[in-house]
């Protein structure tokens, strides 16, 4: 792999909202990085340092807008893709996704497979059936608890909350709470309400009923140690995708390329495939 310019910020204006990306190189088809819940594209500065592409912070989500009238389903993050890809006039990509990013992602897909050269799945929120939202997500759901759930959410209560998404019980490295922390505002908390709350188990499994119209090769990438999403729903995706391979990550979380940094090349390496 050649050199790579410096990962950049940038804020461009779509639907009348600030859209924040990190960005790096200049591929003519670019990996398109999409993160989880709760936080940004702050998790992919690995990848982008290794080879480039472009992290997108979703609408509600980082540094992107978070008005109260925005869309925050998943038709409306998959319809939100499509309108950043034409804005950027970017025509194909190379996805890399992550838990609803994921979701978004992959229902983007299968609406415009055409435009998705290779994809990567990373602990994925599934859709498929038999998914059922793990605590805090299914309090979160619950109304006033919900509330009240997302408003204790302070840094040391996320700190304490990653040692369980981490594979190694301990909290996840100090600047991705942080970054998560910073994240989690008043626009934030009410983003990831309103999502939760509009994505029950049966939309997300009819939702997916298409996946297999999504015939760009694909790795699935799980960590066995997920405590929200089963490893059974890693192989769910890579039997339902149209070309998918399942690598299953026995030491690694839910966030398994933070929990082991050598993912990220693993990522880059099926990417530039």
Same mark, same amino acid.
């Given at each position: 792999?050649?050199?790579?310019?410096?990962?950049?910020?940038?804020?461009?204006?779509?639907?009348?909202?600030?859209?924040?990306l990190?960005?790096?190189?200049?591929?003519?088809?670019?990996?398109?990085?999409? %993160?989880?819940?709760?936080?940004?594209? !702050?998790?992919?500065?690995?990848?982008?340092?290794?080879?480039?592409?472009?992290?997108?912070?979703l609408?509600? !989500?980082g540094?992107?807008?978070?008005?109260?009238?925005?869309?925050?389903?998943?038709?409306? %993050?998959?319809? !939100?893709?499509?309108?950043?890809?034409?804005?950027?006039e970017?025509?194909r990509?190379? /996805?890399?996704? %992550?838990?609803?990013?994921?979701?978004?992602?992959?229902?983007?897909?299968?609406?415009?497979?055409?435009?998705?050269?290779?994809?990567?799945v990373?602990?994925?929120?599934?859709?498929?059936?038999g998914?059922?939202?793990?605590?805090?997500?299914?309090?979160?759901r619950?109304p006033?608890?919900?509330?009240? /759930?997302?408003?204790?959410?302070?840094?040391?209560?996320?700190?304490f909350?990653?040692?369980?998404?981490?594979?190694?019980?301990?909290?996840? #490295?100090?600047? !991705?709470?942080?970054?998560?922390a910073?994240?989690?505002?008043?626009g934030?908390?009410?983003?990831?309400?309103?999502?939760?709350?509009? +994505?029950?188990?049966?939309t997300l499994?009819?939702?997916?009923?298409? /996946?297999?119209?999504?015939?760009? #090769?694909?790795?699935?990438?799980?960590? +066995?140690?997920?405590?929200?999403?089963?490893?059974?729903?890693?192989?769910?995706?890579?039997?339902?995708?149209?070309?998918?391979?399942?690598?299953?990550? #026995?030491?690694?979380?839910?966030?398994p390329?933070?929990?082991?940094?050598?993912?990220?090349?693993?990522?880059? +390496?099926y990417?530039?495939?």
């Amino acid at each position: 792999m050649g050199a790579v310019p410096t990962v950049t910020q940038e804020t461009l204006q779509l639907d009348g909202q600030p859209v924040y990306l990190r960005r790096s190189g200049d591929d003519e088809v670019p990996i398109l990085y999409l %993160h989880g819940i709760p936080t940004s594209s !702050f998790d992919w500065l690995a990848p982008l340092a290794l080879s480039g592409g472009i992290a997108v912070d979703l609408p509600g !989500f980082g540094r992107s807008g978070k008005r109260g009238d925005l869309d925050y389903s998943l038709q409306g %993050h998959a319809a !939100f893709i499509g309108r950043l890809l034409d804005a950027l006039e970017i025509e194909r990509v190379r /996805l890399c996704m %992550h838990d609803w990013g994921a979701a978004a992602g992959l229902l983007w897909a299968m609406s415009a497979p055409e435009r998705a050269q290779r994809l990567v799945v990373v602990n994925g929120i599934p859709l498929l059936p038999g998914f059922g939202w793990q605590r805090p997500a299914s309090l979160a759901r619950l109304p006033v608890v919900g509330e009240m /759930l997302v408003g204790l959410a302070t840094r040391s209560v996320l700190s304490f909350a990653s040692r369980r998404a981490s594979a190694g019980r301990g909290p996840m #490295p100090k600047p !991705f709470v942080a970054s998560a922390a910073e994240g989690f505002d008043q626009g934030t908390q009410r983003a990831v309400l309103k999502l939760l709350r509009s +994505a029950t188990p049966e939309t997300l499994a009819a939702a997916g009923k298409g /996946l297999s119209s999504v015939t760009a #090769p694909a790795l699935v990438l799980w960590g +066995a140690q997920d405590p929200y999403i089963p490893a059974r729903f890693g192989a769910g995706y890579a039997a339902t995708l149209g070309d998918a391979t399942l690598e299953t990550v #026995p030491d690694a979380g839910h966030w398994p390329w933070i929990d082991r940094p050598q993912l990220s090349e693993r990522i880059v +390496a099926y990417l530039s495939g």
